[in-house]
């Protein structure tokens, strides 16, 4: 006897295009904000339950609700397999709280990779098993090599590459090396059904 449903993709696909693998775990979902075309691979934890405890007066002062995004991530990033991305915490007036963690457009987190980072730019490449140390900030157009491990608040320009335990600056990104950090191509290659990258 068989089925008459289609087989369920390894991918859910979202209204926005996001791909989200069914073997990733997103924890806190309702404070995740995803910009579309992104794709969670299989083992991605995205930790969405570790949002600020402490809100400022601002509720009562603008009647606004507070803002409880965690982890907000860009347009076309791609969340490789085994990935992690959590917030960074912190003391703030007497108690631990987390900060969001936002993440800009053309995002690349490789294999095994974890990042803690306050901001992450766009047309960024961060390698596998890379560790991006709690409240870093990483501008536009930056190169993280495979292993690297950024410490906690170093702030990476734009245009950078960086590399070593700890990190540091090894050289920057040729004129017309941008290209390299789109990401729509790879999009495209992943999900339940995939195209070959062009």
């Not at 289609?6 to 693998?21: D, F, H, Q, S």
């Not at 803002?67 to 992690?84: K, M, P």
């Not at 900060?99 to 730019?121: E, K, N, T």
């Not at 410490?151 to 540091?168: D, K, L, T």
Request: positive net charge; glycine residues 12%.
């Amino acid at each position: 006897m068989s089925s008459r449903r289609p087989p369920r993709g390894e991918y859910i696909e979202t209204e926005t295009g996001n791909k989200v693998a069914r073997k990733a775990t997103l924890v806190g979902t309702q404070n995740i904000m995803l910009g579309g075309k992104t794709v969670i691979q299989p083992e991605v934890l995205i930790r969405g339950d570790l949002i600020r405890t402490i809100q400022a007066s601002a509720q009562s002062a603008t009647g606004a609700a507070p803002n409880n995004t965690a982890v907000s991530i860009g347009r076309y990033c791609f969340l490789s397999r085994g990935c992690c991305l959590r917030p960074p915490g912190r003391l703030y007036k007497g108690a631990f709280t987390f900060m969001p963690l936002r993440m800009g457009d053309h995002v690349f987190v490789g294999p095994g990779a974890v990042v803690q980072a306050a901001s992450i730019g766009s047309h960024v490449h961060i390698g596998s098993q890379a560790v991006i140390g709690e409240f870093a900030i990483i501008k536009d157009y930056v190169r993280i090599l495979d292993g690297t491990v950024v410490p906690p608040n170093m702030v990476i320009p734009s245009f950078s590459i960086v590399a070593g335990q700890p990190a540091r600056l090894i050289g920057e990104v040729p004129e017309g090396g941008h290209e390299a950090f789109e990401l729509r191509d790879l999009y495209k290659t992943v999900g339940n059904n995939p195209q070959p990258a062009s």
